[in-house]
Structure formats: structure tokens, C-alpha cells
């Protein structure tokens, strides 16, 4: 059984850090992008990056970009985002997701459950 399994979340207070792990299970991503995107209560589901499949490039949403990295670590199997300056706007539901490619949420074949984030004010 293929599965994503996210984890990191949790509650903080604004400005703080989080890093958030994303390990896959039942098969290697190697050649496959990996990909974070979040969902926040009544929101769209957002896109905030996605790393190639050989873990050299990454992409990101302009949005979240000055304040977020993301990164894999191949030899886990693992998507990692690096959150700093947090902020309440960035209380969501976090989700990794592996298989597609870019922004487009609905390509992706492979998806965690989420990891809540909540950052108090």
C-alpha cells in the first residue's frame, strides 16, 4: 500500500518556525515530483511548491516563497517544508502529494492525509 505520511504540525504563536515531514511508504518517489499544498477552512486548496523528481529543482508559489523552503531528501523518500514568520493567515490543513507536477492539485496521484497547523495571534 502506497502511502504519504505527513507530520510537524501542530499550534504556534505568530512569527514563530515549523518544519513540516512528508514520508512515503509502499514505493520510491525517486523520478516522481513531490509537492506541498495546504486548506484552510471555506479556501481553496493552495499550492506551495514542488520539488522535481531527482530533487534539483523546486518551485514555488510566489506567495509563500520568501518565507518557506522546501526540500527532499531522497535517500528517506521524504518532502520537507521549512515555515518561518508564521502568521495566522497560514493556519491550515498541510498536505504532501507526489506523482504530478506544478500547481494544478488535481494531477497528483498520491496524497497525505494532512497535518494541522494552527498559528495563534
Known amino acids: 500500500q502506497v502511502q504519504l505520511i505527513e507530520s510537524g504540525g501542530g499550534l504556534v504563536k505568530t512569527g514563530d518556525s515549523l518544519r513540516l515531514s512528508c514520508v512515503g511508504f509502499?514505493?520510491?518517489?525517486?523520478?516522481?515530483?513531490m509537492a506541498w499544498f495546504r486548506q484552510a477552512p471555506g479556501k481553496e486548496r493552495e499550492y506551495l511548491g514542488d520539488?522535481?523528481?531527482?530533487?534539483?529543482?523546486?518551485y514555488y508559489n510566489d506567495s509563500v516563497k520568501d518565507r518557506f523552503t522546501i526540500f527532499r531528501d531522497m535517500s528517506k523518500n521524504a518532502i520537507y517544508v521549512e515555515m518561518n514568520d508564521l502568521k495566522p493567515e497560514d493556519t491550515a490543513l498541510y498536505s504532501c502529494?507526489?506523482?504530478?507536477?506544478?500547481?494544478?492539485?488535481?494531477?497528483?496521484?498520491?496524497w497525505g492525509q494532512g497535518t494541522q497547523v494552527t498559528v495563534s495571534s
Open positions: 502529494a507526489a506523482g504530478g507536477y506544478g500547481d494544478n492539485w488535481n494531477v497528483y496521484n498520491w
Open positions: 509502499g514505493r520510491s518517489f525517486e523520478g516522481y515530483n
Open positions: 520539488v522535481s523528481g531527482n530533487g534539483r529543482h523546486i
